[in-house]
């Protein structure tokens, strides 16, 4: 018994690297992860009267965007994407991007989608402080909902918008808000020392707002955030 369990596990993880492994290898640069980031945060927020309302865009904390999360057709929970995060201060600034990713859970794809872009408000400071946990699952350690849709709209289910995460996918074109218990997030380390050319946490950059140099790319995506 305890062999075909083995046997059943090794097959699970070789069937997650036959899906993910030529999505890696195929994956675009970060640069090009960014401005992919940039142009699903733009077409989400310039969406005429179906986009996020303004009390959302004036209360999040840190905006992330997900483009491209990918479905495996024949692995169970087998959902992964690599995005990007800022987050602002007090003062209203946005900080230097940080990289995670997202897997498992229920990341809404509608019938037949194979890929979905996401794109997270984290609300709270319980939210954003989750951003430094080496992971954390939305549902157990922070709450999320649906995103509303319509520039003057009230969350249907939360009404205070007392939600830690509001949560929009788009899969075939159209954006819709979603729910995401059960993913997980994790910081891309590998990532940020690609990118900055430097060991950053995630406190380092989104809460003390601090980087040798923000590229060019992650400037362009920090100015369009609200």
């Known amino acids: 018994m305890k062999s075909t369990l083995v046997g059943a596990r090794c097959w699970i993880g070789l069937g997650m690297i036959l899906v993910f492994a030529p999505l890696m290898l195929a994956d675009d640069t970060l640069t090009d992860r960014i401005y992919n980031s940039k142009e699903v945060y733009q077409e989400l927020t310039n969406t005429p009267d179906k986009g996020v309302p303004d009390s959302l865009l004036k209360g999040c904390r840190c905006v992330a965007v997900i483009p491209h999360v990918v479905k495996a057709a024949f692995v169970v929970g087998g959902r992964h994407g690599r995005g990007i995060v800022s987050c602002r201060n007090a003062e209203g600034r946005w900080s230097p991007i940080a990289f995670l990713t997202v897997s498992g859970g229920s990341l809404g794809f509608q019938i037949g989608a194979q890929t979905t872009d996401l794109v997270l408000f984290i609300m709270s400071e319980k939210g954003a402080k989750s951003l430094l946990k080496s992971e954390f699952t939305i549902g157990a350690d922070v709450s999320a909902a649906a995103g509303p849709v319509g520039r003057t709209a009230s969350a249907s289910t939360d009404i205070r918008l007392n939600a830690d995460i509001y949560a929009y996918s788009r899969a075939k074109g159209l ?52």
């Open 175 to 226: 954006f819709a808000g979603i729910s995401l218990e059960g993913a997980s997030i994790t910081p891309d380390e590998k990532a940020v020392r690609e990118f900055y050319g430097a060991e950053l946490s995630p406190e380092t950059l989104l809460f003390r707002q601090e980087a040798p140099k923000v590229p060019e790319a992650a400037m362009a995506f920090i100015k369009i955030l609200p």
